[in-house]
Structures are given as C-alpha cells and as structure tokens.
C-alpha cells in the first residue's frame, strides 16, 4: 500500500483525485486548512491534516516516507481583493510544497498547473505542451500566477526532484463545489442568466478523465515534462446548445461583440469595487474570452494513455449535481 499525500484534496479535481487513489487501494493523506469544508470527502477512508502551503513548517511533518505527492491546491479566482493573496497561494505554495518534498525526498511529485499558462498559436489551431508563450501574453493573476509556479516547480527538477507537470483544460462533472468559473457559466444557464454570448471557445474535458490522468502522469509521466489534460474543443455556443438539450431549453441566440462584454465587466467591477463585492463580470473573464482556449491532448492520450469520456455525459452530470444540491435554485 503506497502512501499519498495530497493538497487540494477538498477541491473539485482533488477530491476526485482522492476517490481514485483511494480505489487503487493508497493509504491517503489530505492537507486541509482550519475550517476547511470537507463535504466532497465524506465517508472516504483517508486520513486528513492540518495546515497549510503557505507555511513550510506545516507541510515537513507530514510529508515524511511519503511514495507519492499529487499538489494540487491553487487559487483560481479570476478577481481578488488583493491580488497578493493570489500569488502567496499559487506561488509561494507551490515554491514550500516543493522545498518540503525535495528535503524529505519525496520519490514522485505531481503539479497540477492549467492550460491556462500555455501558448496558443496566432494562426487558432490547439495548443499544445511545446506552444511558445511568455508571461506578459498572458491575461490576469491567476494565469500568471500559475505561470511562475510552473517555473518553480521545472526549478525543482533541475534541483533532483522527480516531478511530473499536468495542465487540465476544463474540467466539468458532479462535484464543483464553489462553483469553478466554468462552473458558473453552467449555473447560469441553469438559472436562465445566460441571455446572450461571446464568440469563445474552451476545451472542456469530464473531472474523472482529469482525475484518472494525475494518476497515469505519476505511473507513466517523464520527469520535468507538461501534460495536457483534456477531450474536446467546444465554442461557447455548441456548449450552451448541449446544455439546451440535456436540459430541454432553449439556448442564447443572441452574439454580443466582445467589446460589449468587456464595457459590461468594467461596470460591473466599478459597482463592485464600491459595494465591495466579487464582480459578477471579471474584467480578466471577459478579457480571457477573446481568444479561444483550444488545446490538443494528444501527447497525454499517447503517452500516458489519457481517457476520452463523453463531454455530453459530464455536462450533464454537471447539471444533474447542481440541481439535487440546490445550486440552481427551485
């Protein structure tokens, strides 16, 4: 029985990712913050500790004869009070859960990062690991953020550590509990809030693919090497038509310019600013929704043998969670 430590655990990828560990048969080890909201671990056979990334201290106990680390945890927010917070998170984080492995010699890491610091080719063909890029193409603090995590953590290799890197496009199914940006999109056109939409385009890709991919990226992934975890290229358009059918709606018909959208952010954020309030319309979403996030998960297929399940089939349990759980109201 291999012995897994896991940060991030209580979140939507991560507590999949500790359903299928657990399945495999791993004794699991889950790093929880005070207050925590353990709801998606319940009745599961792990054992949990306290702490917290930020603080190095806290991860070095607990990261002792460990076999596997999956470092999962990451602030993904598209607006922040402080954007400091963002960066101490993702960053610092990641920079402590790496130090701590490297000195208690952790033999295989895993870093969850996103497809969200990659390239994108100018020409609007997927992305994919080797895509050029640099930080100041990328839009807002979370993607940059996630960005320099992945420098620290390519660090690490060339310090020894045995560490494997995953970029999950967009993750959907039962279980997003905050709910995930995308996750809100869903949520809204469940609530009929969704009236109108942008030309965009996500990669979307079902949480358990996303999941089961952590675990062939420890088996089989290569040290120091990027692998995209993701299923199908869908514009915001055709996932909203899906979401019309699984739900027997009708659909937005309606296509606003993106300049439209980006006024409507930029109000929203001066009314939230004042309220002090998350905006309901981040400036960096509607600024993201310009390019089409598009990625190739061929290399993850190949290598790591990646699964495809239906993209339908996940929206739909998507919608089915949030329903039974009130998310989407009466």
């Not at 560490?163 to 959907?172: D, E, L, R």
């Not at 495809?308 to 989407?328: H, K, P, T």
Request: net charge positive; charged share 20%; glycine share 10%.
């Amino acid at each position: 029985m291999a012995k897994v430590f896991v940060t991030g655990g209580t979140g939507f990828v991560g507590a999949h990712v500790v359903r299928k560990l657990v399945e495999r048969g791993d004794h699991v080890v889950v790093l929880v913050r005070p207050g925590s909201n353990l709801r998606l671990l319940q009745g599961l056979p792990i054992e949990t500790v306290t702490g917290n990334i930020i603080s190095l201290d806290s991860l070095l106990w607990p990261l002792r004869k460990v076999d596997e680390l999956y470092h999962i945890a990451a602030d993904y927010r598209l607006w922040a009070p402080d954007p400091r917070e963002i960066y101490l998170n993702n960053l610092v984080g990641t920079l402590h859960v790496m130090e701590a492995a490297l000195r208690l010699q952790v033999p295989r890491v895993v870093y969850t990062s996103t497809v969200g610091c990659l390239g994108l080719p100018r020409n609007g063909t997927p992305g994919n690991e080797e895509t050029p890029v640099t930080r100041e193409e990328l839009v807002g603090h979370y993607k940059k953020s996630k960005y320099d995590a992945e420098r620290v953590a390519l660090d690490y290799v060339t310090k020894g550590l045995n560490v494997v890197i995953v970029n999950p496009s967009t993750p959907i199914g039962p279980g997003d509990i905050k709910p995930t940006p995308t996750g809100k999109i869903i949520l809204d056109f469940l609530k009929g809030k969704m009236l109108a939409y942008v030309d965009t385009g996500l990669n979307l890709v079902d949480v358990e693919d996303v999941a089961e991919g952590h675990l062939l990226a420890a088996a089989k992934g290569r040290v120091g090497e990027k692998y995209i975890l993701g299923n199908r290229d869908l514009t915001l358009q055709e996932i909203l038509t899906i979401l019309a059918q699984i739900t027997n709606r009708q659909p937005p018909s309606l296509r606003i310019p993106h300049w439209v959208s980006l006024l409507a952010a930029y109000g929203d954020s001066a009314v939230s600013l004042i309220l002090g309030k998350a905006p309901g319309i981040p400036v960096e979403g509607a600024l993201m929704a310009k390019k089409k996030m598009f990625f190739s998960p061929q290399k993850s297929i190949n290598e790591l043998g990646l699964p495809q399940r239906s993209v339908e089939d996940a929206l739909a349990r998507a919608v089915r969670w949030f329903m039974d759980n009130g998310y989407a109201g009466k």
